[in-house]
């Protein structure tokens, strides 16, 4: 997996109704943009990297393997999907911006557009949810490093802990 991102666009297709044939090159910016501003702020810089490294270094396993396909993986998936949605139809070129238009089908409107930005965050905020418990449980023990952030690093912000709606950063 490149630069030790927490899910492969195999497995975000999976996980979404995005079709199995979508560029890698397009949908991965939105998988490392997600990764970077909604999971680290979840997970805290110590556990981000650890769950980072090993993935660069192909050494994840055990209960991070765990903490990243059964938690990481589907909030990741939907946050990405929620933002390619958004940017799918453009081109940006050496000309400027193009909007493509399909032969085979009809553009959808940017209400029927927001509606599946929207559904999408709405579940990746359920997701968020699911991660706050073994985090909020299992942290001490399972993964000492969500709670060692230091002056420097960005501490752990949890998804529901203590509040009433749904946190989206």
Known sequence: MAEGLFITVKRLVQLTPLSGDIDQDKITPFIKSGQDLHIEP????????????????GTLAGDYLTLTQTYIQPVLAHLAAADFYQFH?????????????????????????????????????????????????????????????????????????????????
């Open 42 to 57: 979840l997970l805290g810089t110590r556990l981000f990297e650890k769950i980072k490294a090993d993935i660069e270094g």
């Open 89 to 169: 139809v453009y081109q940006i070129q050496n000309g400027g911006i193009f909007k493509h238009e399909s032969e085979n089908g009809i553009s959808i409107d940017k209400n029927e557009v927001d509606r599946l930005v929207q559904h999408e965050r709405d579940i990746a905020g359920r997701y968020m949810q699911k991660l706050d418990n073994p985090l909020g449980y299992f942290a001490p023990t399972l993964y000492p490093e969500y709670s060692q952030a230091t002056a420097d690093e960005e501490s752990p912000e949890p998804a529901r802990r203590n509040r009433g709606g749904i946190y989206l950063g």
